[in-house]
Each structure stands twice: as structure tokens, then as C-alpha cells.
């Protein structure tokens, strides 16, 4: 069974920087599309951005520019790199990963984490 750990997440002053990281553990294949999804009280969860085993990248508008998505291929991790964060970031961020490419077109994904905290604040 796949099972995807978030971490890094955390308390940061305007300005600052963090980032999330999301191991998939329990399969022996790479995961063809990762990436990550924030949802912010009273909210709907929203695309953060994406990433395929093959580095074509998705972004949120609001996430480009300040945040990098990356991964790695070997360890089965994405990471979340998020500068300039403000205010309004604060939310909880979630993983998810599909073991299909078909999810990048569809953006329909099987496997999500359990979400890590954000909290951008002075």
C-alpha cells in the first residue's frame, strides 16, 4: 500500500521561506505525477502545483515565481520550495501522487498525505 508523508511545514514571519517535502513509501515504482494541493479555513482545496517523473512542472498563479517544485526521482520525494511566503499561503498543504501519467491530463489523483501545516504570520 502507498502511503505519502508530508513534512516541513511550519510557523514563518512574511518574507520568509520553507520547504515541504512528500515521500512515497510502498511502491517499487516511481510515481509518474506528484505535486501539491493547499486548503486554507473555510476554503476549497486548490491546485498548489504539479510535477511529472519527467520534470514538466504546473504552477498556480499564485504560486509562480515564489514557489519551486522539484522531485526526486530515486527517493520517491517531491519538495515544495516556497519563498516570499505571505499571509494568505497560511493553509494546510497536502501531497498527492498518482502511479498513472493519465492523472496529469485528467488531474484526478489516487494517493494523498495527510497534510502539513503552513502558517505565515508576523
Known amino acids: 500500500q502507498v502511503q505519502l508523508v508530508e513534512s516541513g511545514g511550519g510557523l514563518v514571519q512574511p518574507g520568509g521561506s520553507l520547504r515541504l517535502s512528500c515521500a512515497a513509501s510502498?511502491?517499487?515504482?516511481?510515481?509518474?505525477?506528484m505535486g501539491w494541493y493547499r486548503q486554507a479555513p473555510g476554503k476549497q482545496r486548490e491546485l498548489v502545483a504539479g510535477i511529472t517523473s519527467g520534470y514538466e512542472t504546473r504552477y498556480a498563479e499564485f504560486a509562480q515565481g515564489r514557489f519551486t517544485i522539484s522531485r526526486d526521482n530515486a527517493k520517491n520525494t517531491v519538495y515544495l520550495q516556497m519563498n516570499s511566503l505571505k499571509p494568505e499561503d497560511t493553509a494546510v498543504y497536502f501531497c498527492?501522487?498518482?502511479?498513472?501519467?493519465?492523472?496529469?491530463?485528467?488531474?484526478?489523483?489516487?494517493?494523498w498525505g495527510q497534510g502539513t501545516q503552513v502558517t505565515v504570520s508576523s
Open positions: 498527492y501522487a498518482d502511479p498513472l501519467f493519465q492523472a496529469w491530463l485528467l488531474e484526478d489523483y489516487t494517493y
Open positions: 510502498g511502491s517499487s515504482k516511481t510515481m509518474p505525477v
